[in-house]
């Protein structure tokens, strides 16, 4: 049986605005296993973001986790003290943001960012962690290590800038990784090569990942499982490839058509309208304004989450009735 890391249960992540309460979550449940490559996917504004930062207890201002529970290796986080999270963020949990730009400190050089952690962490002393550091510089695939641990981060490109941040959160051999949209500003190559590098980190450490994009393409490269999210709700959750051969969620569905493929000769499907407004969502189904299966019952009651199968669930009326289309492969 597979050991369970990760278990987010019924999680309402809120932010209190003057111009009323989003709720960025709104129920969400999760389960991650060790050693697996879990997809978080969906739209801007869906609620990856800040799955990712309730976990870790970092929700900005005025974000605040107002229900729910998360366990961590069996353990309670929501009723953990800041020093006990604080132990956890970067020794056991960690995370690669989307911009490496503002998630590094300009201030200081990449061997300090790095040692700072290692001597928190592992208590190492100043010379055991540059010599780790030197080795975290080499693993992400850095040419050149001693002499790029002396510089910062404003003379590093895009991509350079990425893998030493991957570095900096593999420094203490995390057991759990999030990686919430790692490419979204570099170019196409590095994007490339930035994937590869964290699909072979994952393997060789038999680290748990958790990638969070809105990017079904990357989704099928990267992961074995995914959970699909819609204004703060999950409304599908399968392994990789039967989301991607047999959705049962309108949404997903609608996902799927927007992924240019090198065989399709037809026009991509555009999702018509955008994320509502999560101050006053929609009553009922939350997709149902954009839904082109909607029917009455989708206005007026929100469908549960149901098996469809061992491992597949979705949160639709009519999943049983509809005939979706996948893409194969």
């Given at each position: 049986?597979?050991?369970?890391?990760?278990?987010?249960?019924?999680?309402?992540?809120?932010?209190?605005?003057?111009?009323?309460?989003?709720?960025?979550?709104?129920?969400?449940?999760?389960?991650?296993?060790?050693?697996?490559?879990?997809?978080?996917?969906?739209?801007?504004?869906?609620?990856?973001?800040?799955?990712?930062?309730?976990?870790?207890?970092?929700?900005?201002?005025?974000?605040?986790?107002?229900?729910?529970?998360?366990?961590?290796?069996?353990?309670?986080?929501?009723?953990?003290?800041?020093?006990?999270?604080?132990?956890?963020?970067?020794?056991?949990?960690?995370?690669?943001?989307?911009?490496?730009?503002?998630?590094?400190?300009?201030?200081?050089?990449?061997?300090?960012?790095?040692?700072?952690?290692?001597?928190?962490h592992k208590d190492l002393s100043k010379d055991?962690?540059?010599?780790?550091?030197?080795?975290?510089?080499?693993?992400?695939?850095?040419?050149?290590?001693?002499?790029?641990?002396?510089?910062?981060?404003?003379?590093?490109?895009?991509?350079?800038?990425?893998?030493?941040?991957?570095?900096?959160?593999?420094?203490?051999?995390?057991?759990?990784?999030?990686?919430?949209?790692?490419?979204?500003?570099?170019?196409?190559?590095?994007?490339?090569?930035?994937?590869?590098?964290?699909?072979?980190?994952?393997?060789?450490?038999?680290?748990?990942?958790?990638?969070?994009?809105?990017?079904?393409?990357?989704?099928?490269?990267?992961?074995?499982?995914?959970?699909?999210?819609?204004?703060?709700?999950?409304?599908?959750?399968?392994?990789?490839?039967?989301?991607?051969?047999?959705?049962?969620?309108?949404?997903?569905?609608?996902?799927?058509?927007?992924?240019?493929?090198?065989?399709?000769?037809?026009?991509?499907?555009?999702?018509?309208?955008?994320?509502?407004?999560?101050?006053?969502?929609?009553?009922?189904?939350?997709?149902?304004?954009?839904?082109?299966?909607a029917k009455d019952v989708c206005v007026k009651?929100?469908?549960?989450?149901?098996?469809?199968?061992?491992?597949?669930?979705?949160?639709?009326?009519?999943?049983?009735?509809?005939?979706?289309?996948?893409?194969?492969?």
């Open positions: 049986m597979d050991e369970k890391l990760l278990e987010i249960s019924n999680l309402r992540t809120y932010f209190f605005t003057e111009a009323g309460v989003v709720k960025a979550l709104d129920g969400m449940s999760l389960e991650v296993y060790k050693g697996q490559a879990v997809g978080l996917v969906g739209e801007s504004g869906s609620g990856k973001s800040v799955t990712a930062q309730s976990v870790l207890r970092i929700v900005p201002r005025p974000g605040r986790i107002v229900d729910g529970s998360v366990k961590f290796e069996g353990e309670e986080l929501l009723t953990k003290k800041e020093d006990e999270m604080r132990k956890l963020r970067g020794r056991k949990m960690a995370i690669v943001f989307q911009d490496p730009t503002t998630s590094l400190n300009p201030l200081y050089t990449v061997e300090k960012q790095l040692t700072d952690i290692l001597m928190l055991d962690a540059s010599k780790q550091a030197l080795h975290l510089l080499d693993r992400v695939g850095i040419q050149d290590p001693e002499r790029r641990l002396k510089t910062y981060p404003h003379e590093l490109s895009g991509g350079m800038k990425q893998r030493i941040a991957i570095a900096r959160a593999l420094a203490c051999d995390p057991v759990l990784l999030f990686a919430d949209e790692p490419t979204t500003n570099l170019d196409v190559t590095i994007q490339a090569q930035v994937l590869e590098l964290l699909k072979q980190l994952q393997r060789e450490l038999n680290m748990t990942m958790v990638m969070i994009t809105h990017d079904m393409g990357i989704i099928a490269d990267m992961t074995e499982r995914v959970t699909v999210l819609y204004a703060g709700k999950v409304m599908e959750v399968a392994d990789t490839q039967t989301l991607f051969k047999s959705p049962k969620h309108p949404y997903t569905e609608a996902l799927l058509k927007a992924v240019p493929s090198v065989k399709q000769t037809r026009a991509l499907e555009v999702i018509p309208g955008n994320i509502p407004n999560l101050i006053e969502p929609p009553t009922g189904c939350v997709f149902h304004p954009r839904c082109k299966y009651k929100e469908p549960e989450l149901e098996r469809v199968e061992e491992g597949h669930y979705a949160a639709c009326h009519f999943w049983r009735e509809l005939e979706l289309e996948g893409r194969g492969g």
